[in-house]
């Protein structure tokens, strides 16, 4: 009995060890990661900022919106972090990164940042002044030599999606990433991370909504970043005779920075400012223009398109017509900032798969500035096509008469379809103008027949 009695007890003892480790394990496993300081609400899969039980040897130093696609890079470069976290709201860099802040005069801005000589002939803006910190400066050049020396191309996209946590149109945002994440693995790019600011709002710290609340989210003014890698194309193996000589392996990463937008108030201009300063930092386009070539079949706007310069930032978007003015208007500032000549080929190139208002032509197509195309059709041969389907049934109805066209009233986009003050006139008089034009009525080369003709 006593024997018995023994190994019961032994068995006790044994289930309540086996149930502790396992409720250790779980709470080790389910312990959340701690969160970077300087910025609150972040998705990521993987960490930016590691924390240490001893002090780290790197100096303190702040985070700024910038250093978050750093931090994404240094992950997948290399297996130091770009800051670690020794102390709570103490961050400090890694070793491996220390020396790129370290004080030099090829630590700072000064690389990067015009002077008046290259302001003379270059865009001007009341915005104009220079945003970039000595340190932040110094750190993209050490993450972009370091990604360089361990074999890393770095390109980078910059995309307007609509805003992911104020907007009214907040759902239709993970179907336009999940296009790019589509289209990145189309080419044979895989996510290695991601960060979304405000995906994970502290409640500590939630701001009131309203437009009487001064203070800016942090995705307002924190760009999203998504990051994808690739094997790159092998290199030719008679490149270096030396048998001995081993190779660095060769990869491309897609970084792909997210700045938010609404059809309303446009794009969130100091998110999109610290894309395009980290863009044009990165990128750094040449002074060599990329002619077009001579196809007398390409139209003049996709001629003009094409006259880009080495490097030149690639943007997508915008997602709404709303945003092309403000995105104009950021354009134009980082150019004054960057102090980028307004003469020669274009430093941005966009495209656009949803925004089809006309007016983002003159808006976005700018000489020496950027250059402009769309993969969508435009509001007026959409509308031209609608008027020759339903001018083969009534012909007023072609003209508009007794239709209703339901638009949006308060967006750049809807205010276009509008009649402007002058532009009335007499109605019967634009609709026989209408008809007689048989030009409304030919498309592709086909002729449909006109509704004043009696067939």
Known sequence: MASSGGSLGGRVVMIVAIVLGLTTAGSWVGRSPDRPTGETGSGKATRSVERREQPADGPRIEPTPIMRPLALIANAIGPDPLILLDQPEKPTLAPSYADAVAPGPSNTCAPLKPNDADRRGAWDSPFRNWRLEDKECALLAGVRERAAAAG???????????????????????????????????????????????????????????????????????????LFRRPAVAADPDANPDPGHRKVPRYELLL???????????????????????????????????????????????????????????????????????????????????GLASTGGAWFNLVTGSASGEANIPL??????????????????????????????????????????????????????????????????QCSRCFDNQELYNQNGTTYPSPTRKD
């Not at 296009?179 to 709002?201: C, H, K, N, R, W």
């Not at 409640?203 to 924190?222: A, D, L, M, N």
Request: proline share 6%.
């Open 364 to 429: 976005l197509e700018v000489a020496g500035l950027s250059g402009f195309r769309a993969t969508t059709r435009s509001d007026t041969d959409v509308l031209k096509a609608l008027a020759r389907f339903l001018g083969r049934s009534d012909r007023g109805w072609a003209c508009g008469r007794h239709v209703a066209l339901l638009v949006e009233a308060n967006t750049t986009w809807g205010s276009q379809f509008f009649p402007r003050e002058g532009e009335e006139g007499d109605k019967e008089e």
């Open 152 to 226: 890393f191309t770095v390109n980078v996209v910059v995309a307007t999606l609509p805003d992911w946590v104020d907007s009214s149109l907040q759902w239709t945002f993970d179907p336009t990433l999940d296009a790019i994440q589509t289209s990145a693995a189309q080419m044979g790019y895989v996510l290695s991370g991601f960060d979304l600011a405000d995906t994970e709002p502290d409640p500590t710290v939630v701001q009131p909504k309203g437009s009487v609340w001064p203070f800016p989210h942090v995705h307002e003014r924190t760009p999203g970043s998504l």
């Open 256 to 338: 792909v920075l997210l700045v938010g937008e609404t059809p309303t108030a446009g794009v969130h201009a100091p998110a999109l400012a610290t894309a395009l300063d980290f863009a044009l930092a990165w990128q750094r386009p040449g002074e060599a223009v990329i002619e077009p070539g001579d196809d007398q079949a390409a139209s003049r706007a996709l001629q003009r398109a094409l006259a880009l310069r080495k490097n030149a930032v690639r943007i997508l978007g915008p997602t709404y017509s709303g945003s092309a003015l403000s995105l104009g208007t950021g354009l134009r500032d980082a150019a004054a900032r960057h």
